[in-house]
Each structure stands twice: as structure tokens, then as C-alpha cells.
């Protein structure tokens, strides 16, 4: 079992910048970030792992995923934040998937598809960032 905590939301002007963080009692090798917009599904926004990350591509140039594993911590760092970007933001985790020699990590597909599996995957409990015009 795996808790995730999620942290640094908060309310913000457009064009402003917020970080989140997100503790992990668990694993860290195959993390991401969701999020879900008032009255929409659930969105892929960002997922990590020790070798690689990738983002939905309205994301990507404003928002940078990293983790600081000594500390069991992922962040998400957003710029240039618009209202369209008021959600509430989710930590995500899921354990590796093996393929014959090759060890996946299986959430940046679900980042990049929307095809989330819940079943496999930890969340937190989410943390919101309202921003305003």
C-alpha cells in the first residue's frame, strides 16, 4: 500500500506560478500527476520515472515534473497559470509492469491517453489550485 500526500495548492492570479508537492510512503520509480477541471474527466498531466517523464501536450513548456527521491517527494512545477488551469491536482503512483525483460512504468500512457486503470494505480487525496483573471 502506498499514501500519497499532496501539497502547495492554493489560489493565484493568471500568469502567476505555483509548485505542488506530493510525499510518498511508498514506491517512487513510476509517478505522475492528474488532474480534473470542474465538471470534466480526469486528465493526465505530467509522469516520471528515474530515466524518463512526459507530458500531455497542453502541458508541456509550461508545467516540469521532477522527484527528489533521497526525500521521497514529487513535485510539479507550473508557469504561466491560467484560469483554464483551475482543477484539482492529483499525485498518482503505480507499480512498474514487467514485459518479458523490460520493466514499464504504465502512467505515461495513461498521461498521454486519458485510459486511466484505478485498479493499478495509488492516488492522493488531491490538492486545489484556483486561478483567478
Known amino acids: 500500500q502506498v499514501e500519497l500526500v499532496e501539497s502547495g495548492g492554493g489560489s493565484v492570479q493568471s500568469g502567476r506560478s505555483l509548485r505542488l508537492s506530493c510525499f510518498s510512503s511508498?514506491?517512487?520509480?513510476?509517478m505522475s500527476w492528474f488532474r480534473q477541471r470542474q465538471g470534466k474527466e480526469r486528465e493526465g498531466v505530467a509522469a516520471?520515472?528515474?530515466?524518463?517523464?512526459s507530458y500531455a501536450d497542453s502541458m508541456e513548456g509550461r508545467f516540469t515534473i521532477s522527484q527528489d527521491n533521497a526525500n521521497n517527494t514529487l513535485y510539479l512545477q507550473m508557469n504561466h497559470l491560467t484560469p483554464e488551469d483551475t482543477a484539482m491536482y492529483y499525485c498518482?503512483?503505480?507499480?512498474?509492469?514487467?514485459?518479458?525483460?523490460?520493466?514499464?512504468?504504465?502512467?505515461?500512457?495513461?498521461?498521454?491517453?486519458?485510459?486511466?486503470?484505478?485498479?493499478?494505480?495509488?492516488w492522493g487525496q488531491g490538492t486545489q489550485v484556483t486561478v483567478s483573471s
Open positions: 498518482v503512483a503505480a507499480p512498474r509492469e514487467q514485459h518479458g525483460p523490460v520493466s514499464l512504468c504504465p502512467l505515461h500512457h495513461m498521461v498521454i491517453s486519458n485510459i486511466i486503470k484505478y485498479e493499478t494505480t495509488y
Open positions: 511508498g514506491f517512487t520509480d513510476c
Open positions: 516520471i520515472e528515474p530515466s524518463s517523464f
